[in-house]
């Protein structure tokens, strides 16, 4: 065993090699055993990926499986499932902008960019610093870090902060229904309402992403901003019970500590403030003697996401020791 594993009661990456999903062994041994593997682009030929693949629609999207009747129109509901399925490629299985799928799912999604550098349309006509950070990030992975479209969004999301360092949902910021999108004019961002840690986190992890911003003040601000909040309820309704800071999706999706922590550990891995060990301890006490984590998904096939969300925990905790040894003694 690796010194990092031995943070865990029982070793996680006998189940991971175990899994019998090609990309979980290929990752495993990646970035936990830090092996030589086959080029990357051995995973683009797996059966769940082309068939992801095989349902891109001619425009480059995705046809979203259950439209919300009133809530989206089709095509915004079409560009929230162009993000989902961009994040299975990216994620599970490596795909790039090398690859012809992501770079039409990356030119449709940057059609929708607007003046000021964001991406609307899932949301209606309002700001969604979130998705646009969450897309960003996934865009960066895929090797868009210095396309001058991706740096105008990090501009725009730098400008949109709360005074807290945060951010926040402008439709939200009355305690509105998600009814408040249809709306045809956009809710100005007011910066003295407290931000939202479910947002931030999200934001953080597009920052996390990119080898300049993560060195920023920025970062480091919403990062502590965040710290500060786990385990508390968040400032408005969405997700906001504390449960919801321990239950996770693969790819990551929603802001709870494995996300948070996965930022984290990129921005600072030597951060061990009380909260961040508070974290870590929970991942040590919630691991099932077979190695895996007895953790709620709220996405995908509970057994494979238990694999998924397992790496993504040992890919966190190992940036972490491995930055402070002494949380082993």
Excluded at 87 to 107: C, D, M, P, W
Aim: hydrophobic fraction near 40%; charged fraction near 25%.
């Amino acid at each position: 065993m690796n010194n990092w594993q031995t943070f865990f009661k029982h070793d996680p990456i006998k189940p991971l090699l175990a899994s019998n999903i090609n990309a979980i062994i290929y990752f495993t041994k990646k970035d936990l055993l830090e092996e030589k593997v086959a080029p990357i682009k051995t995973l683009w030929e797996e059966k769940p990926a082309q068939s992801i693949i095989r349902r891109q629609l001619a425009n480059g999207s995705w046809k979203y499986p259950n439209p919300k009747a009133g809530l989206r129109s089709a095509t915004n509901d079409n560009r929230l499932e162009k993000y989902r399925q961009l994040g299975f490629l990216v994620e599970k299985y490596g795909f790039n902008r090398k690859h012809i799928s992501i770079q039409k799912t990356a030119n449709y999604l940057l059609s929708f960019q607007t003046k000021e550098g964001d991406i609307r349309g899932i949301y209606g006509n309002q700001y969604t610093p979130n998705y646009a950070a969450a897309i960003t990030k996934l865009l960066v992975k895929a090797g868009y870090e210095k396309d001058a479209r991706i740096i105008k969004m990090y501009e725009w999301l730098l400008e949109c902060r709360q005074n807290d360092s945060g951010w926040a949902l402008p439709f939200r910021k009355e305690k509105t229904t998600l009814n408040a999108i249809q709306q045809p004019k956009t809710i100005a961002f007011d910066p003295t309402k407290p931000s939202s840690h479910l947002i931030t986190g999200i934001v953080l992890r597009a920052l996390a992403a990119h080898h300049i911003y993560r060195k920023s003040s920025a970062a480091k601000q919403a990062m502590e901003l965040l710290i500060s909040r786990f385990f508390q309820r968040d400032k408005y309704i969405d997700r906001q019970a504390v449960e919801y800071w321990t239950r996770f999706a693969y790819p990551l999706w929603q802001t709870e500590i494995l996300s948070a922590l996965d930022s984290i550990s990129k921005i600072n891995p030597k951060n061990t403030e009380p909260n961040v060990e508070k974290a870590l301890a929970w991942f040590q006490s919630h691991q099932n003697n077979n190695g895996l984590f007895n953790a709620k998904t709220t996405m995908g096939n509970q057994q494979e996401s238990s694999f998924w969300i397992s790496l993504a925990i040992c890919r966190v905790i190992k940036r972490i020791i491995e930055a402070n040894p002494r949380l082993l003694t």
